[in-house]
Structure formats: C-alpha cells, structure tokens
C-alpha cells in the first residue's frame, strides 16, 4: 500500500483528506490486508458455510387451529356494511 492508491481510494470515494490522515489510512488498510492474509492460512476444506455468524436454533411452536373470528365486532364499528363486508364509495369507475 502507498500514498498513491490511498489518493486514489479517497478520490473514488470521494474523500478528501489531509497528508496526515492519508498516512493514517494507509497504515490501517496495510493492516486490514495483513489480517486477510492471515485468514488465508486457515484450512477451511471440510468447513461448511454459515447462513449466519450466530448460531440460531428456529423458535418453533405446535400449529394449533385459533379461529378468533370477530368479523361481526369489527363490523359493527363500520360506518356502511352488509353482513360481510365493509361497504365503501365507488372509487373506480
């Protein structure tokens, strides 16, 4: 990493930074690029991917039939209904 990628990774992204700061920057993407390469050394064969860094286990639950049905309460508050449905003014034509 030099001073020349570092100008032209802040000019793509847009950034404008002082010397200092381009120096700074460098010294940490210098490091990012060593720990990646760190990471390579690992044998990850036999490892399967991970559809999520957490290990989640699915909440699961007894599907139980609950026929809360309060169509006619629900009815009763509107303002036009028939004895199904909530009547409203033609909006197409």
Known sequence: MDQETVR???????????????E???NELEAIINLIGGLQAFDTENIEPLYSPLEQKAFKHEDIENSDNKKDE????????????????????
Request: net charge negative; with cysteine; charged share 35%.
């Open 8 to 22: 032209t990774i802040c000019y793509l992204a847009r950034l404008e930074i002082d010397k200092d700061k381009a």
């Open 24 to 26: 700074k920057i460098e």
């Open 74 to 93: 629900f009815l009763k508050n509107a303002a036009a209904s028939n004895d199904d449905y909530f009547l409203v003014p033609r909006v197409v034509e």
